[in-house]
C-alpha cells in the first residue's frame, strides 16, 4: 500500500460523491454504505497487478474493452500498452476510459475518467515505470516503440461488495 492518508481521503471522498450521485436503479443495487468498500478496503484489495477490464475508445469511436495488466497507485489505475495499439490510437481523440475489476457478486470496483497517456519523460511516470521494472523485469517504454503508461485519472468512483465485511480495513 503506497498510498498516503491525503491520498485514501481524497478517494474515500470520491466514492462517497459517486455513490450520493447514483441513479435509483443503481443505488438499489449497492446500497452505499452497506454494499460497499470503503477506500482502505479497496487500496488493500488492489494491492498488486490485477487483470482488469478496460473500456476505451477506439479511433471511429465504438467500444473496445479487453483485459489488461493493472496496477493501483496511489489511488489511480494505471495500464499500460503500445502507442501503435488501437486503444491508444483512440484513447489520443477521446480521453476517456473506464475500468473494473470484479469477481462475480463478491466484489466490484469500477472508474471511469480522463485517460491521461504518459510517455518517456513524463514528469510522473519515474514511480509506476519502477514498480513495472520491479515486476515484469523490464519497462513498458521497451515493449514497444511507444510504450506508454496510461493514468485513469477517475471522477466517479463505485464500489460493491454482498459481503464487504470479509473485506479487511
Excluded: C
Amino acid at each position: 500500500m503506497r498510498e498516503t492518508a491525503a491520498e485514501l481521503a481524497e478517494l474515500q471522498a470520491l466514492i462517497d460523491t459517486s455513490h450520493a450521485n447514483t441513479r435509483p436503479h443503481m443505488r438499489g443495487i449497492i446500497h452505499p454504505g452497506t454494499y460497499s468498500l470503503t477506500a482502505k478496503q479497496v487500496v488493500k484489495l488492489l494491492d498488486g497487478m490485477k487483470t482488469v477490464a478496460v473500456a476505451a475508445p477506439a479511433p471511429n469511436g465504438d467500444p473496445l474493452v479487453g483485459p489488461m495488466d493493472g496496477w493501483f497507485l496511489h489511488g489511480k489505475f494505471f495500464f499500460t500498452s503500445g502507442g501503435d495499439a488501437v486503444r491508444i490510437k483512440g484513447l489520443r481523440k477521446r480521453p476517456r476510459a473506464s475500468i473494473v475489476y470484479f469477481e462475480g457478486e463478491r466484489f466490484a470496483v469500477t472508474a471511469h475518467g480522463h485517460a491521461a497517456l504518459m510517455y518517456r519523460g513524463h514528469p510522473e511516470v519515474r514511480e509506476i515505470d519502477a514498480i513495472f521494472r520491479e515486476h515484469y523485469g523490464t519497462s513498458a517504454f521497451e515493449w514497444s516503440e511507444h510504450g506508454v503508461y496510461v493514468w485513469l485519472d477517475a471522477d466517479r468512483f463505485y464500489t460493491y461488495s454482498r459481503t464487504p465485511t470479509e473485506f479487511r480495513e
